[in-house]
Nanobody, 126 residues
Framework: QVQLVESGGGSVQSGGSLRLSCAAS???????MGWFRQAPGKEREGVAA???????TYADSVKGRFTVSRDIGKITLYLQMNSLKPEDTAMYYC?????????????????????WGQGTQVTVSS
């Protein structure tokens, strides 16, 4: 059974930074993972993803501000969020794919993933 547990969310002022973590466990952790977010009244959207080879892709809205990475052991996924804006306020979810993947825009779509964490709230105030 794959389990994903996010942490690191909280409240921050506009322009501030947060670092989210996703601890992953289970036999099917493929190293292909992503971050999604869902704001009130909005659909869940892809934010950032990392392919099996470590290459990354980002939504245009966060490109240049957010960085996704993994630890050496590939057991924890991170999302470094800098220059945060009020529009970044959302519940952030970690997702993992059962199969390995190569980099592509589709990694920012929900259908690419098989497992999901419970979410961690990020609130950015102005």
């Amino acid at each position: 059974q794959v389990q994903l547990v996010e942490s690191g969310g909280g409240s921050v002022q506009s322009g501030g930074s947060l670092r989210l973590s996703c601890a992953a466990s289970g036999y099917t952790y493929s190293r292909c993972m992503g971050w999604f977010r869902q704001a009130p009244g909005k659909e869940r959207e892809g934010v950032a993803a990392i392919a099996s080879d470590g290459t990354t892709t980002y939504a245009d809205s966060v490109k240049g501000r957010f960085t996704v990475s993994r630890d050496i052991g590939k057991i924890t996924l991170y999302l470094q969020m800098n220059s945060l804006k009020p529009e970044d306020t959302a519940m952030y979810y970690c997702a993992a794919r059962a199969q390995d993947c190569r980099l592509g825009w589709w990694l920012l779509r929900q259908y690419a993933y098989d497992y999901w964490g419970q979410g961690t709230q990020v609130t950015v105030s102005s």
